[in-house]
């Protein structure tokens, strides 16, 4: 059964999905209609074909700029920085942000191979530069790990003589957490980052 082992290849490559899950998606393809199959593949070839990057921030988009670049009532002088169109989008779920965004698409990891040359850094520098001062402050939210800490920090000597404001944003105990549960680094940050009331 050789399609079926190829499909259940295709299916593990997808982010998060294991052997068994894989196997779980083919059988699903292989029992489904004619025309539900027709609609999974029509929904991936247009998806492919039309979902590209957002001229201005690199977050995905179907027409030239995404839905939040495209709205006018955007603050367009705070600027969240971040590694993932998925943190993007987690960040637009809190309801609290109303900047606009620039997606790096990846941290610099020098482990990894990855320089400041493979993600977004030089597009956002252009973008800070072409602003002319329009951006008054810029909230770095990489990952609280190694590579996006390393990546704030390079971002903070790249973009400091442009920009006059430049924040990261906060971590530590999460909202409903317990103190007695949280690991050292994060108690470690949460007293780092406090804030007077």
Not at 179 to 197: F, H, P, Q, S
Request: proline share 5%; glycine share 8%; with cysteine.
């Amino acid at each position: 059964m050789k399609a079926l082992e190829k499909i259940i290849a295709q299916f593990r490559k997808l982010p998060g999905v294991g052997p068994k899950q894989a196997e779980r998606f083919a059988l699903y393809v292989v029992r489904a209609s004619g025309p539900e199959v027709e609609a999974l593949v029509e929904a991936l070839r247009a998806v492919k074909s039309s979902v590209h990057y957002c001229s201005e921030c690199y977050n995905y988009a179907e027409g030239e700029l995404c839905a939040v670049c495209a709205d006018h009532s955007r603050d367009r002088g705070v600027i969240c920085v971040v590694e993932r169109p998925q943190d993007l989008a987690a960040i637009e779920k809190a309801k609290s942000f109303s900047g606009v965004y620039h997606v790096l698409h990846g941290a610099v990891s020098p482990s990894a191979g990855v320089t400041p040359e493979h993600i977004k850094l030089k597009e956002l520098l252009e973008r800070v530069r072409a602003s002319e001062g329009a951006v008054k402050e810029l909230i770095i939210a990489t990952n609280p790990d190694a590579d996006g800490e390393a990546t704030a920090m390079y971002l903070i000597r790249l973009l400091k003589p442009y920009v006059g404001k430049m924040t990261r944003i906060a971590y530590g105990v999460p909202l409903g957490g317990d103190i007695d549960y949280m690991d050292e680094v994060t108690l470690g940050y949460a007293l780092k980052g406090r804030v007077n009331i």
